[in-house]
């Protein structure tokens, strides 16, 4: 997203208003649960994963007005309007990252509209999770 804000702010105020978003927080479990189904079934299509992601991302919107504000919400909007079939901000602190999902045959123009931003293509891996990019400069 290009900014930072202070993930432990954040997270308190998650915490301290947890009990008022009971139902948003068992939405979110149920959620996860789901999702590794449509992960884990092959007749699955993965786009039912990704909508489910951006899901998500409203449900845990939410939770804090924290959570995201007017630029975070700009940069959703934008990266919807481009094409991207799902998005949500990833990382502590409001500021990290967003995870996007683009079709392939919209990827050409989704990019275009975000010239000049740095892009890392993702792919599901058995693993778990791994450094493929590190700029030590």
Do not use: C
């Not at 915490?15 to 939405?27: I, L, P």
């Not at 993965?46 to 995201?68: Q, V």
């Amino acid at each position: 997203t290009g900014f930072t804000r202070h993930a432990s702010e954040i997270a308190k105020q998650q915490v301290a208003e947890m009990d008022r978003h009971e139902a948003a927080m068992e939405a979110m479990m149920q959620d996860a649960e789901d999702g590794w189904r449509v992960l884990t079934n092959p007749n699955r299509p993965i786009g039912d994963f990704f909508h489910m992601i951006d899901e998500a991302w409203g449900i845990k919107r939410k939770l804090s007005p924290a959570i995201t504000d007017e630029r975070i919400d700009g940069i959703y909007g934008k990266i919807m309007k481009a094409g991207a079939i799902a998005a949500k901000l990833v990382g502590a602190g409001g500021g990290g990252f967003f995870l996007v999902a683009v079709e392939p045959e919209r990827r050409e123009g989704f990019l275009r509209a975000f010239e000049g931003r740095v892009w890392f293509p993702v792919r599901f891996a058995s693993e778990g999770s791994r450094v493929i990019f590190q700029n030590d400069g």
